[in-house]
């Protein structure tokens, strides 16, 4: 019977989560816009934890997986965590620690330069959505 249970429990659906990317153009340069989004995070007394540097890693191994399409011309990754912002969401729910650390986008393609985020769920987590979105507007200019 137990078994019975668990599998009907695995066979219910999940939640959906409507997430999304949200991306805002940049006037200026692509430097101009990850120095303005590294500064944006660091004027809110914040630490940039890590800069993934995913348009480096897409060219430098575009020849070894047989790409053709160059996609970015560069395009990088702020991650980062506040404290308080953390704190106050993971009280809410602890496993909201697996949005953790938060980032900010920079990128630049065809179309021109961005920066942007990801949306979470609605919720505890609009809180973080806020201070991303400050951030990017605040960068943006």
């Avoid at 070894?64 to 996609?71: C, F, L, N, R, S």
């Avoid at 009280?91 to 949005?99: Q, S, T, W």
């Avoid at 938060?102 to 630049?108: C, K, P, Q």
């Amino acid at each position: 019977m137990r078994h019975l249970s668990l599998a009907l429990i695995l066979a219910l659906p999940l939640p959906a989560v409507a997430e999304e990317i949200v991306a805002v153009p940049f006037e200026g340069s692509y430097d101009d816009a990850a120095f303005a989004v590294e500064n944006a995070i660091v004027g809110r007394g914040l630490v940039v934890d890590h800069v993934s540097h995913v348009g480096e890693m897409l060219n430098r191994t575009a020849a070894d997986v047989g790409a053709t399409k160059q996609i970015f011309t560069d395009a990088q990754v702020f991650q980062f965590c506040s404290a308080v912002v953390s704190r106050q969401v993971m009280e809410a729910d602890p496993l909201n620690v697996g949005y953790c650390p938060y980032g900010i986008f920079v990128f630049e393609n065809e179309d021109g330069v961005k920066i942007g985020y990801r949306t979470y769920p609605d919720g505890p987590m609009d809180v973080v959505e806020d201070l991303l979105k400050d951030i990017v507007e605040e960068a943006g200019g």
